[in-house]
């Protein structure tokens, strides 16, 4: 059997660089069973013995809220490898030994790779390697994956560790925890089960893979009473699981710094500094974030590009794309017609899946500039910048500008946003943050104000999409300063915030990067997105008696059911008109998924896509045409409003309900949501008219 021996570390650590120099040519890349993650495996030569090196997903924890985490997770506790080598990123070491803390606590021998040396001493920095090593109980051997240092003492550590068996502290056993973890501990250890340290933690933790596994069954009595142990031994108001985080974090705060050692002078100020003093400056640092920002908005969704009467980069390969959608539509719909397929056949396949999924996909162009600009700026090392910038100005109204990290993620997804509140000190500011999350404007919202401000604004389309994001910052940042008032009156912790150098990113990895995002979003739009279009498309186009009807008819199931509920939104402005349940309608659809909200537009508006498109329009632009009709300007404000602030989609209530674990405080926060959003928009609306636009 050769050694077998795991990768595990954060994304960005240099895992790849690392696999690639130590495998080569012999990597295989396949998925993980059961999900498209990439699983990549190949032998590692010239050792002495065989070993076969496994690379995990890039990781930041091991807890089960991501498939990466889950399947590094998994492979870990049942494969268990020979040793596990952790890549960490010495440049961030604080962030980086979060998972570390967790890899300890398995039964598996810990080899850390101290990746980035290179980058560290170009600083004039020291890693003290042997102080970590010391501290942790582990082999520690400093490498640049980059320039191929110091792999080959990384590898004879490694497999001296795999003989050699585990070593290392666990940080949690001196910690007031200690002995409600060994309890739950000694009842593992029982039964034989492996790793029983991490699985203690993670029972107590509430872990919901742990507590899940019918092996474990018979110690949960243990768990129960180790929590209550443990609750006994917190301050009130903590959680065991809140505190286990907080202790993690506390360790590294307290070893981290002091093992970088700084043997220039500061004095000396590296290029980074010099960049830094005006992008961080303290009253040119938001204007130059701000007018960042706006350049990408500007580039992505502007028709005018720099005033020059050209279209910008985004529109124009978003009409390149328009090209086969149309011309597949129409070629479809002459197929359909002249083979003589049924009408339900001819409206399932044209009204509902082309007009709903090519809806989104029309916009895959835009979305994925959009990932593409937002990748190269938390690349070069500007997006830790932006945090810093943000939390210097919100901590002067009193506000915790930790809160902004999980934010900053919530312009990805408010998924693992939510999660990241873990890292927030107290429950009420956790609570708070994970308020204002949704907020802030995620990639699936995208494509709803691509489709409106395409077909309202066109030339003001890049003025309208920052303006949405930027009313997603202020309306968190408004709501914060509410809720301080009400509920929150403690002094706002400091944000400690590693400012990585900046890096010229490299323009393979975000490439990549941009390909992983588009991959990810074309198979939403192929799975989730493609059901949920054919059940609209039936759920529009036959009556309760199963009668069929045109698509977008008044008398459909769907416009029984919006017509039911658009009083709510009459207020609004953009509920009212003969058209008005289909507006209604799709943001109920958003809730299983925000691009749902253009995909079920997609359906309702369109249904003469095909005619369209034969006559030699576009789908697309009949689609806009059609929004154009029947909304104002105003009312298409007021519902991106509505779209942005209100319940975001179901993945991310069932992750705010797991993270809240308040019944109460979970209805709280739904209805602070549909509250908002519904009052931002009708002063939007309300507000807009009396001003006579
Ligand atoms: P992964 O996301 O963990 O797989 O990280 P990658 O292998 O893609 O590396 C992330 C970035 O760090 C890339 O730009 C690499 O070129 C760079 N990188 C990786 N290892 C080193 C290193 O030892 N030194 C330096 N300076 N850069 C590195």
Redesign the pocket.
């Known amino acids: 059997m050769p050694l077998r021996l795991a990768l595990a570390?954060?994304?960005?650590?240099?895992?790849?660089?690392?696999?690639?120099e130590l495998t080569g040519a012999t990597a295989r890349v396949g998925n993980w069973p059961g999900v498209t993650i990439d699983r990549k495996e190949g032998a590692v030569r010239g050792l002495g013995e065989a070993a076969v090196l496994v690379d995990l997903p890039?990781i930041y924890s091991l807890s089960p809220y991501t498939p990466e985490e889950v399947v590094s997770r998994n492979y870990l506790t049942q494969e268990a490898p020979d040793a596990i080598i952790n890549?960490v990123?010495a440049t961030n070491l604080a962030r980086n030994l979060y998972l570390t803390t967790q890899l300890m606590e398995l039964d598996i021998p810990v080899v850390i790779a101290l990746?980035?040396?290179?980058?560290v001493e170009?600083k004039g920095d020291t890693v003290d390697s042997q102080a970590l090593s010391g501290l942790l109980g582990v082999p520690v051997v400093a490498?640049?994956?980059?320039?191929g240092?110091g792999l080959k003492a990384l590898m004879d550590a490694t497999v001296a560790a795999a003989h050699a068996g585990r070593h290392g502290y666990n940080i949690l056993d001196t910690s007031v925890l200690g002995p409600a973890i060994n309890s739950v501990r000694g009842s593992l250890d029982a039964i034989g089960y492996p790793s029983a340290h991490f699985h203690a933690v993670k029972l107590l933790e509430n872990d919901r893979l742990s507590i899940a596994d019918p092996h474990l069954a018979g110690c949960l009595g243990t768990v129960l009473e180790a929590q209550q142990q443990a609750q006994a031994a917190l301050p009130p108001g903590d959680s065991p699981e809140s505190a286990i985080a907080a202790l993690r974090y506390r360790w590294i705060a307290a070893y981290a710094q002091s093992l970088v050692i700084h043997s220039r002078p500061s004095m000396l100020r590296t290029a980074s500094d010099a960049i830094d003093k005006w992008l961080t400056h303290p009253l040119l640092g938001i204007p130059l974030f701000l007018a960042f920002m706006f350049c990408m908005f500007h580039l992505t969704f502007s028709e005018n590009l720099l005033g020059l009467g050209i279209p910008g980069p985004g529109v124009y390969l978003q009409g390149l794309m328009e090209v086969p959608i149309s011309w597949l539509s129409g070629w479809l719909g002459g197929a359909l017609a002249a083979g003589g397929a049924s009408a339900w056949a001819q409206g399932l396949l044209i009204d509902g899946v082309i007009a709903g999924v090519g809806a989104v996909l029309s916009f895959v162009p835009q979305i994925m500039m959009l990932f593409l600009f937002l990748s190269l700026l938390e690349?070069s090392g500007y997006m830790a910048r932006a945090a810093y910038i943000m939390d210097r100005a919100l901590r002067r109204f009193g506000l915790s500008g930790r809160a902004f990290l999980p934010m900053l993620m919530g312009f990805g997804c408010s998924v693992p946003a939510l999660l990241a509140t873990r890292t927030l000190e107290t429950e009420k500011t956790r609570r708070m943050t994970m308020l204002m999350i949704p907020y802030m404007s995620c990639g699936a919202k995208a494509p709803i104000w691509a489709i409106f401000a395409a077909a309202l604004f066109p030339r003001q389309a890049d003025v309208v999409v920052f303006g949405i994001y930027l009313l997603g910052i202020l309306t968190a940042v408004v709501s914060a300063l509410l809720f301080k008032r009400v509920l929150y009156k403690t002094a706002a912790a400091p944000l400690i915030i590693e400012l990585p150098p900046y890096?010229l990113?490299?323009l393979k990895?975000s490439l990549?990067l941009m390909w992983q995002k588009l991959r990810e979003y074309v198979v939403r739009a192929g799975t989730v997105i493609l059901l949920a279009t054919m059940a609209i498309w039936f759920l529009s186009s036959f009556t309760w008696g199963l009668t069929m009807v045109a698509a977008g008819s008044g008398q459909s199931i769907l416009a029984t059911i919006g017509n039911a509920i658009r009083w709510f939104f009459i207020p609004l402005g953009f509920a009212s008109g003969p058209d008005g349940w289909k507006a209604a309608v799709a943001i109920l659809t958003g809730l299983l998924a925000k691009e749902a909200v253009v995909s079920t537009l997609g359906v309702l508006y369109n249904p003469d896509v095909v005619g369209d498109a034969l006559e030699g329009g576009t789908a697309q632009g009949a689609l806009l045409a059609a929004l154009a009709a029947s909304f104002s300007p105003l009312a298409a404000l007021s519902y991106m409003a509505f779209n942005l602030l209100s319940i975001p989609c179901m993945a991310a209530v069932a992750a705010m309900r797991a993270e809240m674990r308040s019944p109460r405080w979970t209805a709280v926060t739904l209805g602070v949501w549909v509250g908002t959003a519904w009052l931002v928009s009708f002063l939007i609306y309300n507000v807009g008219r009396l001003l006579g636009f």
């Not at 570390?9 to 690639?20: A, H, Q």
């Not at 990746?115 to 980058?119: L, R």
């Not at 490498?143 to 320039?147: F, Q």
């Open positions: 570390g954060n994304p960005n650590s240099g895992k790849t660089t690392l696999f690639n890039g890549i990123d990746n980035m040396s290179d980058e170009k490498i640049s994956a980059l320039r240092q690349d890096r990113p490299k990895n990549l």
